[in-house]
């Protein structure tokens, strides 16, 4: 027992010192949870309020996607780059070593696969599932549009729902269906569905006109899928805007692990990201990794 004797004159209240009451650094989260705001914590980099996913879920519906062959190979050593790894939980399960002690991105929605409707998704993780897994986040695709559209939009809030429960946040996926035009008018519609019904964060795609109209309409954090595989120069580009007309992150999978040089690539894309360095020097950047300074 601490002896409750001889200690009252050594107490200090620092009457000088204000009491501290920092602002949560993302957008619209700030009346969270402290577990919430903690598990965004291990997913945003709290100094810069932005992250780097590094997405490796395609598997879920599509065949092992180039580059994802043996995660355990390819994908494993990037993890010290990211600042999140997004995947499933088989993934999770059986390739991701449990050191790992970033944030985990759960995919939590699936059911149909290439060969189908994909629209048609089902929620597919029990909450109970993603608290034993000691996740970050579940994430969630939203079909606006889709043909099973409004099943979609019940996945992500009932995810919320249960996400609230146990201070899980929830990442919705606004999923562009094949007849679908990819501009700002499309993506603002579905990232504000995807907020006002509650997740706690976003991810879409960027659009060269106006995409800072969707994030300045989106009252959360919005961060953009990398998409399919496209020169390294141009990738960086496309992050390097977004992240200037109010993104707050990247949740990048092709453009990293299809790349030539993944390791450096990830590294460029934190520059970007985390320092605003412009495109040009982090492509010299990438290079300077990919073959040795001159
Ligand atoms: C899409 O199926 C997955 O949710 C991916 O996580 C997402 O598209 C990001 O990966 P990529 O940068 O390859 O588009």
Known sequence: MPDAEGTQDHHRYYFDIAPSN??????????????????????????????????????????????????????????????????????????????????????????????QELSNEEIAVDIEDAVRLNVSAMAVQVYIGGEFETK??????????AGNKYGIPVLGVTAVGKNMVRDAKYLRLATRICA????????TYFVDEGFETITASCPVPVVIAGGKKIPEHDALQMAYNAIQ?????????RNIFQSEAPAAMIQAVRKVVHEDMKPEEAFEYYQELKYGSP
């Open 245 to 253: 007309q109010g993104a707050a992150g990247v949740d990048m999978g």
């Open 22 to 115: 920092e602002p949560f650094p993302l957008r619209g989260l700030n009346a969270l949870d402290w577990g919430m705001k903690n598990r965004l914590s291990n997913i945003f980099n709290p100094a810069t309020g932005r992250t780097v996913m590094l997405a490796v879920d395609h598997g879920y519906f599509l065949e092992p996607t180039t580059g994802l062959e043996r995660i355990d190979v390819t994908i494993v050593p990037l993890l010290r780059y990211a600042d999140t790894l997004m995947c499933t939980r088989g993934i999770l399960r059986t390739t991701i070593p449990p050191s790992f002690t970033r944030g985990v991105v759960l995919r939590a929605s699936g059911g149909p696969s290439i060969l």
């Open 152 to 161: 979609s939009v019940h996945n992500m809030t009932r995810l919320v729902d």
């Open 196 to 203: 006002e019904l509650g997740a706690t964060y976003i991810k």
